[in-house]
């Protein structure tokens, strides 16, 4: 894999998944702008969430029974559509429609991640899947910033007609400039759905994907839920300053980016742990948000940090155990990531109108604390993953 095709690839996955949090920064405006209360903001977020959910279930396993290259392409067609719906949506229906859809078809990340795994020689498998899933960070951390930007200049519609843009362009070089998925067997889709059921059963499987829900869920709480406060008493920030806290997460994400090379040298569990309890550790200077900025930046950064460490072990970990059905796993491993990110913004913005900051801090450290307990619980089953996959190829 050359450095060009790990580039696209990060692109790639940086503006599929930027199509369903790059509102976060904006919820305020897009409220207003299409007359939703305060206590139903979350829902903008919440609902691509739900599409992803439903991408991962029903197209993601399509990646082990189709070119995946040719999927990429598709996918990310479709993508645009859904923010372009969006960006011309006169009322919240067609937004959710157009926020719904773009989720739904922004799994093209979870395709790349596999293909991405597909063909990397296995030494290397873990620094190729750091370097992609970068650009997920990126794209969910980045595109706040340039969000804000956007959003200042032109209204938060511009947003989405952007990664309607970009999201077309990507669509055109990968279908031309990323190799050929040759593989010497492939699996039928009822088949690769079968796969998938069965995966919920492997003690493995079930304890990274716990993991990744109680992890996402804190992660979706603090992205979802930071702008309101910060755009009030004692702040009053603008989008656009409000948006460049996707820089202090970023610097925190690219920070972990050495994760994959530790799961390459075996410590994949250990990475695990350590992170875990920084993610926990960060909710304590997270919310100080009311009083603090500066421990509210410490925050920021130590949380991303966690977040993509975990994220890229517990890839590594999962796509090692089943290395033959690479995109069924990943697809039902984001299965707990889009519940998880999905319950975190829309109970936030819930709790924050209710308890104030309080709500939502109590709320992140809780599930910082379960995924922890989780990961303590599920530890010594890891040791033995690497002999699970062939009990899951599909016959």
Request: hydrophobic share 55%; glycine share 12%.
């Amino acid at each position: 894999m050359t450095w060009r095709t790990r580039l696209l690839l990060a692109v790639v996955c940086g503006v599929a998944v930027a199509s369903v949090y790059a509102g976060q920064p904006v919820l305020g405006p897009m409220g207003r702008d299409l007359g939703v209360p305060v206590d139903s903001l979350g829902w903008f977020v919440a609902t691509g969430q739900l599409g992803y959910l439903a991408g991962l279930v029903l197209l993601v396993p399509l990646g082990d029974v189709l070119d995946r290259r040719r999927l990429i392409a598709a996918h990310l067609a479709l993508v645009a559509t859904g923010t372009a719906t969006t960006a011309a949506a006169p009322v919240a229906w067609a937004a959710y429609s157009g926020l719904a859809a773009a989720g739904v078809f922004a799994v093209v990340v979870q395709i790349t991640v596999a293909y991405t795994a597909s063909i990397s020689p296995s030494a290397e498998r873990g620094r190729n899947l750091g370097i992609v899933t970068s650009g997920v960070v990126i794209g969910i951390l980045g595109a706040r910033v340039i969000a804000g930007v956007l959003a200042d200049l032109w209204g938060w519609r511009s947003i989405y007609l952007t990664l309607a843009i970009l999201a077309t362009v990507l669509a055109l070089l990968s279908l031309t400039l990323l190799p050929a998925d040759a593989r010497q067997n492939t699996a039928r889709y009822g088949q690769a759905l079968r796969s998938l059921r069965r995966l919920f059963a492997q003690p493995v499987f079930l304890g990274r994907g716990l993991i990744a829900f109680f992890l996402f869920a804190s992660f979706g709480t603090l992205w979802s839920g930071m702008a309101l406060p910060l755009a009030g008493a004692p702040w009053h920030l603008s989008a656009a300053q409000i948006g460049l806290f996707g820089v202090a997460g970023l610097a925190g994400a690219l920070g972990a980016a050495r994760s994959g090379r530790w799961g390459d040298a075996g410590h994949a569990r250990r990475v695990t742990g350590i992170a875990l309890a920084l993610l926990l550790g960060s909710w304590a200077a997270i919310g100080q948000l009311p009083w603090s900025m500066s421990l509210l930046i410490l925050g920021v950064i130590l949380l991303d940090f966690a977040v993509q460490a975990v994220h890229v072990s517990n890839q590594h970990t999962l796509t090692t155990a089943y290395p033959d059905r690479t995109s069924t796993t990943i697809g039902a491993y984001m299965v707990f990531y889009s519940l998880g990110s999905a319950l975190g913004a829309a109970a936030t913005t819930a709790l924050l109108d209710a308890t104030g900051w309080l709500g939502p801090t109590v709320l992140g450290a809780t599930l910082a604390l379960c995924a922890l307990a989780t990961w303590a619980v599920t530890a010594d089953a890891q040791g033995g993953h690497r002999c699970l996959g062939s009990r899951l190829q599909v016959r």
